[in-house]
């Protein structure tokens, strides 16, 4: 499943519009994750998870900024998050299910934020981004 | 059998309570036609289903989307009894429909995202995981018959 022109158009859109709060966003796309998903704390052991936690805050902006590169990177996602993909196939062993719970808060997320922005179309690219990204970083895992 | 607390189904009810079943559930199988276009292989004889904006104008799929959620609303009248509930609805979608039970799980979570954009104020995490919790109980419970 590629990204096709108006998918592409659609992201960057919304993440032109996001700007430098992405990392707001993919925070409590983490908080949602966590509560909704509870199986998913299980790789969050070492981290306060209590709401408001810098830590979560922390990790969200680094999420944030591995999805900022991806949705500039979308001609060669493989290789830019390449260093991600060893990571997580090597290091953090996240098992590549928990990828959808995080991707579907994150869409709960920006749908509440930018009702006006999510049109079924920007829905169906979003989706399919974040299906790629996912992809890429479980391609190394074996 | 799944058990809801008393929190869990405030959460559901005081958002069900403000539905609109043909604006949510038509907006609903609209987005679940467009953001999976292969579901719509039980849709053949919908009409016009070319193009996003025909998906979510068409009127068969948004009186559809109605009767799928007004299903749904006796989950939310029967949480407690999820899978004698829907026993009857789970023949029929795997005898006369055959539908793959993982449709279930999209659509559960597009209603999530439909319900998120709607009453954006009131879907804090802890109303949505309550959410989350109701639309995969259905969707077990519509599978629980298969065979």
Sequence with gaps: MALTQTDRALVLALWKKMSTNVGIYTTEAL??????????????????LSPGSSQVKAHGQKVADALTLAAHHLDDLPD?????????????RVDPANFQFFSHCLLVTLARHYPGDFSPKMHASLDKFLGLVTSALASKYR | MVHFTADEKAAITSIWDK??????G????????????????????????????????NPRIRAHGKKVLTSLGLAVQNMDNLKETFAHLSELHCDKLHVDPENF????????????????KEFSPEVQ??????????????????H
């Design chain 2, 19 to 24: 539905v609109d079943l043909e604006k949510v």
């Design chain 2, 105 to 120: 799980k999209l659509l559960g979570n597009v209603l999530v995202i439909v319900l998120s954009t709607h009453f954006a």
């Design chain 2, 26 to 57: 038509g907006e609903t199988l609209g987005r679940l036609l467009i953001v999976y276009p292969w579901t719509q292989r039980f849709f053949d004889k919908f009409g016009n289903l070319s193009s996003a904006t025909a998906i979510m104008g």
């Design chain 1, 31 to 48: 908080e949602r994750t966590f509560v909704a998903f509870p199986s998913t704390k299980t790789y969050f052991a070492h981290l306060d």
């Design chain 1, 80 to 92: 830019s998050l390449s260093a991600l993909s060893d990571l997580h196939a090597h290091k953090l």
């Design chain 2, 129 to 146: 995981a309550a959410w989350q919790k109701l639309v995969i109980g259905v969707a077990n419970a519509l599978s629980h018959k298969y």
